[in-house]
């Protein structure tokens, strides 16, 4: 009597099931979508790794979107081995922000009852003036003729549905970390860049655009002198290395690209590409003509020190705008790699940004190149197909622009160092 009544039980139930739990996040539409677009963040915010902190995850497939996989291996009973494909991915990054809903599916292969597990990731604005984005995640399975599985939907409310709300949870914390701006017109591309030498002066102004000025007109200046008195040529537009942006004041390098990675200090020949060993006991203005700093850079003379600066992997995008713009934009390229997933250390690859025309006093709007260097990425974003950089191009997007007075066709003169400029930091 009891089989019998097993199996009509189990005949009857449904060959299906299906949990849910949604979240509402105070974060940019278009952010939400595509961290839950990619898998890269998908240790940080999924519950994994709070079962088990030395979880491995695998990367497979398209970094990005249709295809993208992750899969994840341990020890812990509770995690095993599975894997999440991305198979549905609508409506597309350059639609979503527009029309303000979203669905994006993912295969869930592990050791749960059933087959065709997948996770329906629902996004659809919400709130007052639609400044909140509900986020529903759907666990659904099929059970067909197994009667055993059947009887696992029971237990639907396990499992499954705590790795739906504390993916949830996470999720909510992640987004809580990233820059809160809305980057959809933000057109950028990942570039290799090429390692450059350079001279530079580290500065820095109260952060107004007249402040910045100065102090970019003052560090251009001595710049200017020691390239004379090296005897090497200008190679490249200006370029602005962002060290601090504080409330008050803005911390920043100036540099200069030059020639040649080979200087002539005191009398003596150093190799940039070479550094030598840093003398700790000297410091800032204190350092003598020919000391290695630290940071691997020579000191030139008073306040100009040389390096070899920038190589490898760069979120580049270009702007015209006025100069005030710019830290708005390094927001944009920040919070960009991270809800894809790339890797960056602003602490010791640093922003910069590439003068590609000098503001215009009639509109006040300048060119550039505003660069995050990668310590991880793919090799193009969404939509782009890579390019390699220029030989010996610091920023291959303007290789071929120069600082205002200088030729396209040849390396600038030492004295173009010095045009009129106008603030780069905002």
């Known amino acids: 009597m009891v089989a019998i009544l097993y199996l009509v039980v189990g005949v009857v139930m449904p060959d299906h099931g ?6 509402e996040v105070s974060h940019d539409f278009r952010q939400v979508y595509d961290i839950l677009s990619n898998f890269r963040r998908f240790p940080d915010f999924g519950v994994l790794r709070a079962y088990d902190p030395n979880t491995r995850f695998t990367f497979s497939g398209p970094a990005y979107g249709v295809g993208a996989k992750v899969s994840w291996s341990s020890k812990v009973s509770k995690v095993g081995d599975g894997t999440l494909t991305i198979t549905k991915d609508q409506p597309g990054a350059s639609q979503v922000s527009t029309q303000g809903s979203a669905e994006i599916d993912w295969a869930l292969t592990n050791d749960w009852d059933g087959h065709n597990k997948r996770i329906i990731v629902e996004l659809e604005r919400s709130g007052s003036n639609d400044r909140l984005v509900r986020v529903t995640m759907r666990y659904k399975v099929d059970y067909g003729w197994n009667l ?6 029971l237990y639907i409310h396990g499992e499954p549905a705590a790795f ?16 809160n701006v809305s980057y959809n017109d933000l057109q950028p591309r990942i570039v290799e860049t090429k390692p450059q030498a350079v001279l530079f002066v580290s500065t820095r102004a109260k952060r107004t655009l007249e402040d910045v000025s100065s102090a970019t007109q003052k560090a251009l200046t001595e710049i200017d002198a020691a390239m004379k008195k090296l005897g090497v040529t200008q190679a490249g537009p200006r370029i602005t290395v962002t060290t601090d942006y504080g409330d008050q004041n803005y911390a920043f390098d100036i540099a200069v690209p030059i020639s040649t990675s080979t200087l002539t200090v005191a009398g ?14 000297a410091a800032g203005n204190t350092a003598q003509p020919g000391t290695w700093e630290k940071n691997g850079a020579l000191v030139v003379a008073g306040k100009v020190s040389a390096r070899m600066a920038f190589g490898g992997k760069a979120l580049e995008a270009d702007m015209q705008a006025s100069p005030a713009s710019l830290p708005l934009m390094r927001l944009n390229l920040e919070a960009y790699a991270q809800t894809h997933g790339y890797a960056f250390d602003p ?3 640093r922003l910069y940004d590439v003068v590609t025309s000098e503001v215009d006093p009639n509109t006040g709007m300048g060119g550039y190149a505003v660069y995050l260097p990668l310590t991880w990425g793919p090799d193009a974003v969404p939509g782009q197909s890579a390019q390699p950089a220029a030989a010996g191009s610091a920023a291959p997007a303007v290789a071929a622009s120069v600082a ?6 040849a390396p600038a003169s030492a004295t173009s160092v010095l045009p009129a400029v106008a603030a780069t930091a905002g």
């Open 148 to 153: 055993i599985d059947r009887y696992s939907r």
């Open 268 to 281: 003596q020949s150093y190799d940039l590409t070479q550094p030598g060993t840093p003398d700790a006991a």
């Open 404 to 409: 205002a007075g200088a030729s396209a066709g």
């Open 164 to 179: 739906v709300q504390y993916t949830l949870g996470n999720l909510q914390n992640v987004l809580a970390s990233i820059p």
């Open 347 to 349: 602490n010791t690859h």
């Open 18 to 23: 299906s949990t849910s739990r949604s979240v």
